[in-house]
């Protein structure tokens, strides 16, 4: 298995296609189903595609023995998915929206997170549940939620939140093949941006691991999801003023890397964080906090944060665009951190 951190790896990938973030997560299912025969996908309609189409053929190579059509039940899906975890098998749940992740909430923070301590270690519970988040034009409030601070509060649960088609796929599969339950957080805002991917099955980034995909001395930006594009953008503008945006990907919340995201703010002086979850006790604020106890004599101005409104999600696609930081925001409030 090859394991890399490396932050630029569309210019080192020997082999790569392009793909679009859903169809990525399907391929890395894909490749993870035909390596490994323990592991099986469920979810609403996967057989046909799923909610978003990246499960789309599955079907066709790995039958309904293994790519299972469930009814609307959450709660079942999740606790099927630790009992057969608990068997030796590797799950893999499609909920649909992360909203839904309330309703399967006891299998999911209770059972999932818990019962490998509470039995002594005695089996492993190697489950991923797919829950994306964010808004998806007009989806409405039920459906645009980001729930990826939960794991940050309840202990015994991974955390992925993919920035790119590339990481996507590789985080995916390193996800599934972790001993542990994981929960994987696609921004559906994403869905159907198209970059390059690895085409090597053996390629896989490590949990845990932040990456660095742009370099600079004037503000760190720590971010993840698709928030991190809206990051690089606001960085090539900033840059004809002089403003170097640093941008930390985090890609996975749980665990965080402390080590990168200390190390850049130490050297930039200056530290946003930008997400998608509401502000009011989002990831941003955990970070702010470990910033604050690490970095507190190196930095020359506030902690800055971003995130969506402290408010249900208008169903108005146009209003929704308004609840979500942009490109123009996290210009402004750079440019205001240098000011100060």
């Given amino acids: 298995m090859t394991i890399t951190d490396d932050t630029s790896i569309n210019r080192t990938a020997p082999e790569t296609t392009v793909q679009s973030y859903e169809a990525a997560q399907g391929a890395a299912i894909a ?40 009814g609307i039940t959450e709660a079942f899906m999740v606790g099927a998915a630790a009992g057969a975890a608990m068997t030796g098998m590797r799950p893999i749940v499609q909920l649909g929206f992360a909203d839904f992740s309330l309703i399967a909430g006891d299998e999911i923070f209770q059972k999932l997170g818990k019962w490998r301590h509470m039995h002594g270690g005695q089996f492993e519970l190697p489950a991923v549940i797919i829950m994306p988040i964010g808004p998806s034009g007009g989806a409405g409030p039920e459906h645009s939620g980001s729930m990826e601070m939960l794991p940050m509060h309840f202990p015994g649960l991974k955390a992925v939140v993919p920035s790119n088609p590339a990481n996507a796929k590789a985080l995916l599969k390193a996800a599934i093949r972790d001993p542990n339950p994981v929960l994987y957080y696609p921004s559906k805002q994403l869905n159907f941006k198209r970059g390059e991917v690895f085409t090597d099955p053996e390629y896989v980034m490590p949990l845990g691991k932040a990456s660095i995909p742009r370099r600079g001395d004037t503000v760190t930006v720590i971010s993840y999801g698709c928030m991190v594009p809206r990051s690089l953008e606001a960085a090539v503008v900033l840059a004809a003023e002089g403003i170097e945006l640093e941008v930390v990907d985090l890609q996975t919340l749980v665990p965080l890397d402390h080590d ?46 971003l995130g969506s409104v402290d408010a249900p999600i208008p169903a108005s696609r146009f209003l929704e665009d308004h609840c979500f930081p942009s490109v123009s925001d996290i210009i402004e409030t750079a440019r205001h951190l240098v000011r100060d």
Avoid: K
């Fill in 31 to 70: 490749e993870e189903m035909r390596r490994d025969p323990s592991v099986f996908l469920m979810g609403q309609d996967i057989a046909s595609g799923g909610f978003f189409g990246g499960t789309r053929g599955l079907v066709e190579e790995f039958g309904l023995d293994r790519i299972r059509n469930t």
């Fill in 260 to 305: 990168t995201l200390i190390a850049s703010v130490m050297r930039t002086g200056r530290a946003m964080i930008v997400h998608e979850a509401p502000r009011t006790a989002g990831p941003g604020a955990e970070i702010a906090a470990l910033i604050q106890e690490r970095c507190f004599y190196w930095l020359h101005a506030p902690i800055a944060r």
